[in-house]
């Protein structure tokens, strides 16, 4: 049917380039590029030595910090669709180069910058904390500014399609669709219960993963942001299939978009699950300042520290063989349904060694590689379709939710839910 270029080879595009692979009656095509070509043509070896896809695989050297580079991959790669799985900071770049191009656009995360102290982003960054009361560095303001560009275009581009964002605002969509005639509350909770063996890892990119957890908490209430202190709000909650664990409230990239697209809604809030050690390692480490993501001065040489705890850390993608347990990801809805209050719970539960065994990762990475594949699938198959910049859940969540339950990540509805207080 089409040819998608997946930029980046990391822990979640290595899942997405597989199911993708898996997919070959949607993905004929499949282009791998990242600056380190080697990892691009290990993974194209290890999908062909396997003999069950038909998908061409190609690979190709590219700096997606360049958008002169990347428009001279896209012309000669000549894909349908863009699938960006490098890091938050190539965001624009590669929206930018798609744009030239005019090709399609997909993504997992939103807009951060790599460098927090640049004065030019610093500027719009803190009028916007003043004006929207968030401090996070990452929101949709960036990319949201395409919407005229990309709809004069006649492209579509897809913000964030992995689990959150991702999966839990089609599962928004879904209930709002079938479920609610109102919603009134939406609580997300992310729960990890797998156990690595080790005293600290990270199971995505460290740096944006530590970035996002000793930042400041906030939730969406009665049309404005609620900011706490990093890790101030606690709760226990007792998931399905992996038991009682200590979730704490983050703030997190899909609140901003269903706050826009839910209509009506009152109040919007992300827990994550943490271990205390998790916490405590962390802590330690933000102490002594290995979160800075500043230059500083090392043996006659600068060296960002969080980059550099990211070289010591263990790389994400390793922990595949290792991790055991399940992660339980979903959102629980309160609202009205013809005159009468109702609360549903709808989720996904996945199984660590059961990801290992298909495509030799661990949960994180397939639970948001499946969805960055499901996406592109949606664009490619024209199941969604329009000019302009959307998230996911503008569009008709079903065939989306079809398509979880058929490639790896099946959902259930609860509709008794045990709720957060
Ligand atoms: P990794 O660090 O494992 O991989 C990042 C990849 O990006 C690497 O292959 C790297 O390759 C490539 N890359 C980085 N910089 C560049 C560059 N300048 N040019 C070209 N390629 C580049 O990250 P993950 O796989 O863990 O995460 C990928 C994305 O998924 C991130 O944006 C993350 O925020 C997002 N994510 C989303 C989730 C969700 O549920 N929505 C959950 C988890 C992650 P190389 O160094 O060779 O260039």
Known sequence: MGKVLVIGCGGVAQVAIQKCAQNDAVFDEICIASRTVSKCDDLKKKIEAQGKSRSKITTAKVNADSVDELIALIKSVKPDVVLNLALPYQDLTIMDACLACGVHYVDSANYEPEDTEDPKWRAIYEKRCKEQ??????DYSWQWAYQKKYKDAGITAILGTGFDPGVTSVFSAYALKHYFDQIDTIDILDCNGGDHGYPFATNFNPEI??????????????????????MEIKREYNFEQVGMKDMYLLHHEEIESLAKNIPGVKRIRFFMTFGQSYLTHMKCLENVGMLRTDPVMFEGREIVPIQFLKALLPDPASLGPRTVGKTNIGCIYTGTKDGQKRAIKIYNVCDHQECYKEVGSQAIS??????????????????????????????????????LNKWGLPWVVDENPVMVD
């Open 209 to 230: 993963n530590l970035r996002e957890v000793s930042a400041n908490g906030s939730y969406w209430e009665n049309g404005h942001w609620v900011e706490t202190k990093p």
């Open 133 to 138: 009361g968030f401090t996070a560095y990452f």
């Open 366 to 403: 397939y639970t948001t590689g499946v969805p960055a594949m499901i996406g592109t699938m949606m664009v490619m198959t024209g199941q969604w379709k329009g000019a302009g910049v959307f998230n996911v859940e503008e569009f008709d969540p079903d065939p989306y939710m079809e398509a």
